[in-house]
């Protein structure tokens, strides 16, 4: 995935703490100073709510999956509105460990699942909170078997406050959840919004007034961090499908994108998601978010240049 926002990490090497052991023959008298990296150590039992243990913002939190099943929770406030960016290590450190994490808050209303990044069984997200919220964030080894767990499934963790990864001009008005309640857009629009619930759609729709222009439909969030590989259909003015996607340009980025030339004016449907239908894979939730930026400019038609000056 490309770069995230946030603060750049020069570490050292895996689980290095990057300090030097004295000799053991003499005895300096001296503590030695604490890692460089982990800032903070989980404590058990940190497995249930009652037992989470408070997560430091900004600093790394290091353990390891220390028995089967075992279950590392801890929570954090959030003030405000903020964008929030999880980071999970472990592969990319020489770990055995495969996280899986869970967000949500007191009352779920605010909750999502996070697996692997693309190429990396590590875990790396950024999201939009809606509002000052106190957050649990869970973590367990995913691969199941007896022996997934001891010293060398070790993990590093960190929970930042950082800048919003892109930008938009307007925010999607609810309900807009069926063809009936599509909320209009216009060329160079970029819409913020999320999908609430893996089983539901936001409906858009775009007034195409010529016959003939170049359509873009297209989302940045996936390849911002967001926890949404996003769906989009588009369906023409007669209601038949135009075309339908969950990657971009290439196969390894899972943003959506759909360009086509219009052949007809008149009212084009478009349905965002989380992507796939038929597949069981529909992750939804608040911190599922997506811009759809939206492009349609009439195709230029260059007339023959006959050389008598007319």
């Not at 800032?39 to 999956?65: H, I, K, S, T």
């Amino acid at each position: 995935m490309p770069a995230l926002p946030g603060a750049a990490v020069d570490e050292p090497p895996p689980f290095d703490t990057a300090v030097d052991e004295p000799d053991e023959e003499v005895d300096t008298g001296d503590e030695l100073p604490p890692a460089t990296i982990c800032a903070n150590m989980e404590q058990e039992p940190n497995g249930e709510v009652d037992e989470a243990q408070d997560l430091p913002l900004e600093q790394w939190m290091c353990g390891y999956f220390g028995e089967l099943g075992d279950n590392d929770l801890f929570a954090f406030d959030i003030e405000e509105a903020s964008w929030l960016r999880v980071w999970i290590r472990a592969q990319e450190l020489g770990s055995l460990a495969n996280p899986r994490a869970f967000l949500y808050d007191e009352d779920r209303e605010f909750d999502a699942s996070f697996e692997d990044s693309f190429l990396s069984a590590d875990i790396d997200r950024t999201f939009k909170l809606d509002e000052g919220r106190e957050l649990f964030l869970g973590i367990l080894e995913q691969e199941v078997g007896s022996v997934q767990f001891g010293e060398e499934y070790e993990w590093r963790l960190r929970v930042s406050v950082v800048k919003a990864p892109v930008t938009w001009t307007s925010e999607e008005v609810e309900e807009n959840d069926s063809r009936a309640e599509a909320n209009p857009v216009v060329d160079g629009d970029r819409v913020f919004g999320r999908i609430e619930h893996g089983l539901r759609y936001d409906w858009f729709e775009l007034e195409v007034t010529e016959d003939r222009e170049d359509v873009s439909i297209e989302t940045d969030s996936w390849s911002h961090g967001s926890p949404l590989n996003p769906e989009i259909m588009v369906e023409g003015p007669d209601g038949t499908e135009i075309g339908s996607a969950f990657t971009h340009d290439s196969a390894s980025n899972f943003d959506a994108k759909v360009a086509f030339t219009t052949t007809e004016p008149g009212i084009y449907k478009i349905r965002v998601g989380s992507c796939c239908a038929g597949d069981g894979a529909r992750p939804g939730g608040l911190p599922n978010w997506y811009v759809l930026d939206v492009s349609s400019v009439p195709v230029v038609v260059e007339t023959e240049d006959t050389g008598d000056g007319l």
